[in-house]
């Protein structure tokens, strides 16, 4: 994919706050293409914090991408880009205290189409502000010569990647809220920060997808490279059970009036020969393992279209489709009651998202011929009249 931008920043890809609030704006965009939110509202999804610098860094965000403009030269067929886009409409306020952002249609039918086939390999889990923290930790363990999962990073520059503004103790409390959520979607474990002010580090011990795992072993006195090694051996449902039949064995012994004197050495026992212990811990299988089921969020209030929202879909992605005058007689047969708008509106984010809008708008098209043929009288007939 081939993009040619011009903008006022040198840097017209979004990242940093930028990225942040992008990704917020298109996690509340609804089907018609607009978001409102309060600026607290926006400010706490996009994880920015609070505070006048923080203001300051969102309006900053939403006036560079509003200004953005992409030139696509060469891009895949299914993405349906050509010729020019935007991100954003620039923001407006409304007299109720929220901000009034509308989406480009070209980014509004990306959102819609990764809605309706959302991507299998997606973490739920992770809260949408941790995620770009997320990103930049995958894409550091890729780096050639990065083995195992440990990664230090200077903490005041790493705010600054991620667009954290502000004073540095409120970057710092915004960096730690996204480690946390981290932490607790079991990402990254054996987390430190050590140093103060500048000279602060971010210290990670295990990152990746057996972070939780490795940490787990850890906790029970194994050395962190025999930790990585037996999770990678095992998996973590493999580790779980050797703990499990450890915990078991220690019991066993302790009601036979024993005691098990080298813990960690009985662990590491158990999971160099799971079999001998009767853990039956079965390796890890390069087949693909079934989706994590998580808990479904709350649902959100279906989106209800009326005439001018259908109009306002069917100009935006048409395309030329219909005319105006064909538009303005839609809009009057609806407010007039003559059609069902939000079976309409449904109908085209559906047509949207399955790639049949030009199949849908053709049938619309005829459907307001015949409709205006009905209301207006063929004038070349005339009632017959007797002779005579």
Not at 231 to 236: K, M, S, T, W
């Amino acid at each position: 994919m081939a993009l040619a931008y011009t903008a006022r920043s040198a840097v017209a890809l979004p990242y940093g706050a930028d990225l942040r609030v992008l990704m917020a704006l298109t996690r509340h965009v609804t089907e018609t293409g607009e978001v409102r939110l309060t600026v607290p509202a926006l400010l706490q999804a996009s994880g920015l914090g609070y505070g006048g610098r923080q203001h300051t860094a969102l309006y900053a965000a939403l006036d560079r991408l509003s200004a953005v403009t992409y030139a696509v030269h060469r891009a895949p067929a299914f993405l349906g880009l050509t010729g020019e886009f935007r991100l954003l409409k620039p923001a407006a306020l409304l007299p109720s205290g929220e901000l009034q952002i509308e989406v480009s249609p070209e980014v509004l039918a990306q959102v819609l189409r990764a809605r309706a086939c959302p991507t299998p390999g997606i973490r739920p889990e992770i809260p949408s502000g941790a995620l770009a923290l997320y990103g930049v930790l995958g894409a550091l363990r890729q780096l050639p010569g990065q083995t195992g999962g440990a990664l230090g990073l200077p903490l005041m520059p790493l705010c600054g990647l991620l667009g954290l503004s502000g004073r540095p103790d409120n970057a710092r409390r915004a960096l730690l809220t996204m480690v946390d959520d981290l932490r607790a979607a079991g990402v990254i474990g054996g987390v430190q920060v050590p140093g103060q002010g500048r000279r602060a580090r971010l210290e990670i011990a295990d990152a990746g997808p057996d972070a939780a795992s490795v940490t787990l072993l850890c906790a029970e006195r194994v050395s962190r490279a025999r930790a990585s090694n037996f999770v990678r051996q095992h998996g973590a449902a493999g580790v779980r059970r050797c703990l499990e039949r450890v915990r078991q064995v220690r019991a066993d012994t302790e009601a036979r009036g024993g005691q098990v004197k080298n813990w960690p050495g009985l662990l590491c026992n158990v999971l160099d020969d799971p079999e001998r212990y009767g853990a039956h811990a079965a390796p890890v299988v390069t087949a693909p393992a079934a989706p994590q089921q998580v808990a479904a969020p709350p649902e959100e209030p279906p989106v209800v279209y009326g005439s001018a929202d259908v109009t306002r879909l069917v100009r935006a992605f048409g395309r030329g489709a219909l005319s105006e005058a064909e538009l303005r007689a839609l809009q009057r047969r609806l407010d007039a009651g003559q059609g069902d708008a939000d079976a309409l509106g449904r109908r085209v984010v559906h047509a949207l998202a399955s790639r049949t809008l030009a199949e849908t708008l053709a049938h619309l098209r005829q459907e307001l011929g015949r409709a205006e043929s009905t209301l207006s009288p063929d004038k070349t007939s005339c009632p017959a009249t007797a002779n005579g």
